[in-house]
């Protein structure tokens, strides 16, 4: 391979999917040998040409990155509609095999709809990701002066990845293996993002995006968050970790170090009084821990008697009196019967008496004030560390960082990276989403209307009609209204009414 090649094309192994961590699983999780195969009938080379050739959303894919209203609904010509200035300033990054080598090409760049489907079909790539929107063409890059290519616009990007859960996933599955069990630690993360991102910054266009595997990704397009520098983009993520929002009773832990999933961060606590934002992630994450994690259909944190004496043993230490009392409670024959979710209420009933919160009882006159707000929110932070989203936010913080686009093929599963419908997204659920394979069938069994796009003959007709009407048509509304109001002011500027 010539320097010059070198350049555009690199080898190695795709940093976007590390490789799965070596654990034992039970019987509950679902291996990449069994639901999560990827046998030639779910995906094959010759079936990633079929779909790049019949069903990938070329016109999806063009109006949502050229952010031009005239893209949909109008009988005129892709290339007059290229939103070009755009389009042909973004960077495409594809993932190629060749000779069992992957192979990335970057800064590839395009001005039409046309040219996006000519280059992807002809390169038929494992992988397709999108960058940043350049100063320049990214395509023109060999012959700009070193340093002149800059990136100027970007979505906001989130990427939340199920192995980040390993600490805490006790359904059997580890790295890349998933099950449903687990998914639910993507459905909070979800519902707690979206909410934050709407309620607390007043973004509206936000596309959530299964990664075909083990995670989801979300893409903040509105003309604000495309607009932000690195350090905002920073900061935006940031506030969503925790390690922002409590206080470290030592000063031996580095604040930037914490995460209350860590058993070594124990004197990590959150701060006093609860920040909004985290009293809503609460209200949202706790019922899905009583009904996902605390029960042996769940992750077990309160079905057996091992399990809840580790969880008692959590306690802070002033609380031991209450862990003494609930154990020996909890073993005799009368309480064989008690559900999960009852001895978790009862132990926060406990806690409160114990620490004098709750009707006539007083706290013990030797615990600090302190060790009382350790206490009372303990059960809080617990929520927390089994429930609250775990973001790469380094994806988050450059503007210039490349992310999956949403409709390729994961090469492992076959599955497609399809948007999830965040109003419906307690249904959602990564193994009903179609193979290639499947696709194919439902291509071939088809019997019924003519349709305008064949993705419209199969189980993608759902989910992408959702990216279209949901999605991407408010915010290009959105778009040809600013668009109007720019025009407004100028010509009031200039008269010219």
């Known amino acids: 391979m010539g320097a010059q090649e070198a350049e555009e094309y690199e080898f190695g192994n795709d940093t976007a999917e590390p490789a799965a961590a070596t654990a034992s699983k039970s019987s509950s999780a679902i291996t990449p040998t069994t639901k999560q195969s990827n046998s030639s009938t779910d995906f094959s080379p010759e079936l990633?040409?079929?779909?790049?050739?019949?069903?990938?959303?070329?016109?999806?894919?063009?109006?949502?990155?050229?952010?031009?209203?005239?893209?949909?609904?109008?009988?005129?010509t892709a290339k007059s509609l290229s939103g070009a200035s755009l389009l042909s300033r973004r960077e495409f990054s594809t993932t190629i095999s060749i000779h069992g080598d992957e192979i990335y090409k970057r800064y590839q760049s395009f001005s039409t709809q046309q040219d996006i489907a000519s280059a992807i079909r002809k390169q038929s790539p494992l992988k397709i990701d999108i960058g940043a929107v350049f100063n320049h063409p990214p395509k023109d890059h060999k012959s700009l002066p070193s340093g002149k290519l800059q990136p100027v616009q970007r979505e906001l990007v989130f990427d939340v990845d199920l192995t980040d859960y390993d600490p805490i996933r006790n359904c059997g599955c580890a790295g890349a293996s998933i099950c449903n069990t687990c998914w639910k630690f993507m459905t909070m993360a979800m519902k707690v993002m979206d909410a934050g991102l709407r309620e607390d910054f007043g973004f509206q266009h936000l596309a959530w995006i299964y990664s075909g595997r083990r995670g989801v990704h979300c893409w903040v397009c509105d003309e604000g968050a495309r607009g932000m520098g690195n350090d905002a983009r920073g900061a935006v993520a940031s506030y969503f970790e925790l390690t922002q929002l409590f206080t470290i009773a030592y000063n031996a832990i580095a604040s930037s170090q914490v995460t209350l999933a860590s058993d070594k961060n124990k004197?990590?606590?959150?701060?006093?009084?609860?920040h909004p934002m985290l009293k809503r992630a609460h209200k949202i994450l706790e019922p899905h821990f009583i009904s996902d994690i605390l029960p042996e259909e769940g992750h077990g944190l309160l079905a057996t008697q091992a399990s809840w004496t580790k969880l008692l043993l959590a306690l802070p230490e002033a609380a031991h009196p209450v862990s003494i009392e609930l154990e020996k409670k909890w073993r005799s024959k009368n309480n064989q019967n008690v559900t999960p979710a009852e001895k978790w209420a009862e132990l926060k009933a406990s806690l409160q008496s114990f620490i004098g919160k709750s009707g006539s009882s007083k706290a013990p006159k030797n615990i600090s004030n302190g060790d009382k707000l350790k206490i009372e929110y303990w059960a809080i932070e617990t929520v927390f560390k089994y429930t609250y989203p775990r973001l790469d936010i380094n994806v988050s913080k450059g503007m210039n960082h490349l992310l999956k686009s949403p409709f390729c093929v994961h090469p492992k599963t076959g599955r497609v990276c399809v948007p999830i419908d965040i109003s419906k997204v307690d249904e959602f659920d990564p193994f009903a989403v179609p193979t290639l394979g499947q696709l194919m069938k439902e291509l071939d069994g088809y019997e019924g209307q003519t349709v305008g796009h064949e993705w419209e003959k199969t189980s993608l007709r759902t989910s992408f009609e959702h990216f279209e009407k949901k999605f991407l048509v408010p915010m290009l509304n959105d778009v040809r209204k600013s668009q109007k109001k720019e025009r407004e002011m100028m010509a009031a500027v200039v008269g010219d009414f």
């Not at 079929?50 to 031009?68: D, G, K, T």
């Not at 004197?267 to 609860?274: E, F, G, T, V, Y």
Request: charge should be neutral.
């Open 48 to 76: 990633l040409s079929i779909y790049y050739s019949r069903l990938f959303p070329f016109e999806l894919l063009h109006s949502w990155l050229s952010y031009n209203p005239s893209t949909l609904h109008s009988t005129a």
């Open 267 to 274: 004197n990590a606590h959150l701060a006093h009084p609860l």
